[in-house]
């Protein structure tokens, strides 16, 4: 793997990027925290995403973390910083992290989420918020937001659209936190695979992405994906149509078809 260089994201101190094989790697890397979040990490990860998302060398994206924890939630010693906010600095701080939750859920490239350990609170709300995750047996999941007196508002918005009301209510109002056997239950994570594996797994998958499909088409649908469930009915068939003629004259259906007239395999990755 080659590193970017840092200073194009400016001087990266808790966040790590390299591509493999049209893979970009994101990775928290700050074990010492357990990759707790404060307003610095959370800047790095937009500025990394940011990149990536324009990075011609990256088809899919994978976020990751160094450590025993993929991602504790609030920092600690942050969490104390901010009883000293008025109103606006929280309001300010508030946005800060929802651009990133919009930002990862909109960008143009598939994010992968490798879970190899606990992730809570905001943690659970990086992972909630990738397309696909992967995780090991051993992880744990939770919002626990409302056991310190806080707010699981921004994750809220798009655990709705994953996995309903029910669930949803049930792990907010609660707190509890689930084992990875009842996040593959409840669609939180899409694969459970044992801890030797799982980088492999992920590799494997990424790579599939990578060489069996589209860029255009997965960033078109992605959007799509965004954007159809606010949508009246009349209006969201609407769109569909104009996204599936725009679809037909692109470059890469072209070329698709063309593939399957001919009985060709065709990759996708070159």
Request: some cysteine.
């Amino acid at each position: 793997m080659e590193d970017m260089p840092t200073q194009q994201l400016e001087e990266l101190r808790y966040i790590r990027y390299d591509v493999q094989e049209s893979i970009g790697y994101i990775t928290l890397n700050r074990p010492d925290k357990r990759n707790a979040l404060n307003a610095n990490v959370v800047t790095e990860l937009k500025q990394t995403f940011a990149y990536a998302e324009e990075d011609e060398a990256c088809k899919v994206i994978v976020l990751r973390a160094e450590g025993d924890v993929f991602c504790a939630g609030a920092d600690l010693g942050y969490i104390q910083e901010l009883q000293s906010f008025g109103y606006n600095e929280n309001l300010a701080d508030s946005t800060h992290l929802m651009q990133l939750f919009h930002q990862i859920y909109t960008l143009n490239k598939v994010v992968i989420g490798q879970v190899h350990g606990h992730a809570l609170a905001g943690g659970c709300g990086l992972a909630t918020i990738c397309d696909f995750a992967f995780t090991v047996p051993e992880a744990k999941f939770g919002y626990t937001e409302v056991k310190i007196g806080f707010l699981p508002a921004i994750v809220s918005i798009f655990l709705l659209r994953k996995i309903g009301e029910t669930r949803t209510k049930q792990l907010l109002l609660t707190g509890d936190v689930i084992p990875a056997d009842k996040a593959l239950e409840y669609g939180l994570v899409n694969f459970v695979v044992p801890r030797a594996e799982l980088a492999d797994n992920v590799y494997r998958f990424a790579r599939r992405l990578c060489v069996e499909n589209s860029a255009q088409s997965m960033e078109t649908t992605k959007e799509m994906m965004a954007r159809l469930p606010e949508m009246p009915l009349e209006d969201s068939l609407r769109y569909a149509a104009r996204m599936n003629a725009d679809a037909r004259s692109s470059d890469d259906c072209r070329r698709g078809i063309a593939a399957f007239l001919n009985k060709e395999k065709l990759t996708w990755d070159n």
